[in-house]
């Protein structure tokens, strides 16, 4: 059984076989939201000289704090930041006002993409020197953000944007029964202090709530879609987040360069309506992986407990993530990775050769310490003992760097994955023998060269480790 633990985000590598599968976390975005950042520049072309999103840096501190936001919650999003382009030429737009013009720029950017640097792949984010806040559209005119300098979220404007664009609402929204089409968020008001949220719902202060009551004064409080600033917006509630992939789903071609594989065991329609999209997701993870078309994919498990049959089979490689908490995967075996280990029967005969000769030297290795330790039970002394194990253990170990030498000899003879299993095993034998050094190269060259997930980290670990071996402090 492999059981993830609360936390953000985990990536299961499906190779070949799905009785071969490894779990390990990521901070990489999943499903990743296509963003193209643009700097409207005034007419030296220069970009605002101060405000809250004029630099590089800047900038990336608003999308960083998103995509951490984004993780904390477990949503399967992350933000994918494409490009940072510099727009000259564009100077009448320099002080637009962010909700005033925001219809009118996206006019002009649709009717000359090239000049404005428009793309249909992605979320278009225009930053100016403007004086107000930001402004975004809901669907279906979700294709843009206007973006001045006073944008004051905390911490991150830019994900308040995107949750408009992805059909969320302010909390304080005055627009239906549930005020943003959400009952996990309270009834709200822009000036209201967490006290007054409590009074207007629950008729007490914030302190005579009880705790499953102050939670969801804090939804709301502290939700990115609020305009409560004095303390962190890092919240998402389950609904803003439902509406999110609801949204996605629509706009998939348009925003995500990796599809998610939606799979909900409590999936409410037959399985014949069931597509894998969040909508109509599969009930159960054996029918995502059965439907196929999982390259390029993310599989996104809703928070639970899931089962793969024995023996099933797929030929990608596919990333697996929970959604809205904890999910496990029982499967009938656990491998990180896929090398080829019959390599005495390779193809090319020069691997083939040395490879059954380092097998006879292994074989040697082992035979020359089992004779001895049967030799040494018959020892007439505890020293004669001693000596006949000694002297074995030189003889054996000569016999494994005989092997080690037969495995060199056609590392760079062996192409492929071959030429990775090689490494890999020379790797785990500088190691076992305590030769931190060696096993540090190889296993770092297999981690630089395969495009296995698994390995590429397995490798990386066992670098890491090695290395630690090699700067313990001696006792």
Aim: charge should be negative.
């Amino acid at each position: 059984m492999l059981s993830t633990r609360k936390i953000q985000k985990y990536v299961l590598t499906v190779m070949v076989c799905l009785s071969l599968i490894a779990v390990a976390y990521t901070s990489m975005a999943a499903v990743p939201l296509r963003i193209s950042v643009k700097f409207i520049l005034d007419v030296n072309g220069n970009r605002p000289g101060f405000g809250n999103l004029n630099t590089d840096a800047e900038i990336w501190n608003e999308i960083n704090q998103g995509d951490s936001i984004l993780r904390e919650v477990i949503t399967e999003y992350g933000i994918d930041t494409i490009e940072f382009v510099d727009l000259s030429g564009l100077s009448q737009w320099y002080s637009a006002d962010a909700c005033g013009q925001l219809g009118n720029l996206r006019n002009a950017a649709i009717a000359s993409p090239a000049t404005y640097h428009w793309r249909t792949d992605a979320l278009n984010i225009y930053i100016n020197g403007g004086t107000s806040s930001a402004c975004s559209d809901f669907p279906p005119n979700n294709n843009m953000i206007l973006m001045n300098q006073w944008c004051g979220n905390t911490p991150s404007c830019i994900l308040h944007e995107m949750g408009h664009s992805f059909n969320l609402m302010h909390t304080h929204e005055p627009c239906c029964t549930n005020q943003d089409e959400c009952t996990d968020t309270l009834t709200d008001n822009t000036g209201w202090t967490k006290d007054q949220i409590a009074q207007n719902n629950f008729g007490t202060t914030y302190a005579n709530l009880n705790a499953t009551q102050q939670d969801q004064v804090n939804m709301t409080f502290n939700n990115i879609m609020s305009y409560h600033t004095s303390e962190p917006q890092r919240r998402i509630s389950p609904c803003q987040m439902d509406r999110m992939s609801s949204q996605g789903d629509t706009d998939r071609a348009r925003l995500y360069t990796r599809m998610p594989i939606y799979v909900n065991r409590n999936a409410p329609f037959a399985w014949w309506i069931q597509t894998g999209s969040f909508v109509f997701p599969y009930e159960n993870l054996q029918n995502a992986l059965n439907a196929g078309g999982l390259s390029n994919g993310v599989i996104v498990l809703q928070q639970g407990s899931f089962n793969v049959n024995v023996g099933a089979t797929i030929n990608t490689n596919v990333e697996l993530i929970t959604r809205s908490g904890a999910s496990e995967v029982h499967a009938p075996g656990v491998q990180l990775f896929i090398l080829p280990v019959d390599l005495a029967n390779s193809a090319n005969p020069q691997v083939s050769s040395a490879v059954r000769a380092a097998q006879s030297e292994d074989t040697n290795a082992r035979m020359v310490i089992k004779n001895a330790e049967a030799a040494a039970a018959l020892a007439a002394s505890p020293d004669v003992k001693d000596a006949i194990i000694i002297d074995a253990k030189k003889v054996s170990l000569q016999h494994q760097n005989n092997a080690m030498t037969h495995l060199q000899s056609v590392e760079n003879v062996a192409t492929g994955d071959e030429r990775l299993a090689i490494q890999l095993e020379l790797a785990q034998r500088y190691r076992d023998s305590g030769d931190c050094g060696s096993a540090i190269r190889y296993f770092r060259i297999v981690a630089d060269t395969t495009d296995q997930l698994g390995l590429k980290e397995e490798a990386t670990r066992q670098a890491n480790m090695c290395v630690q071996q090699l700067i313990k402090p001696s006792k």
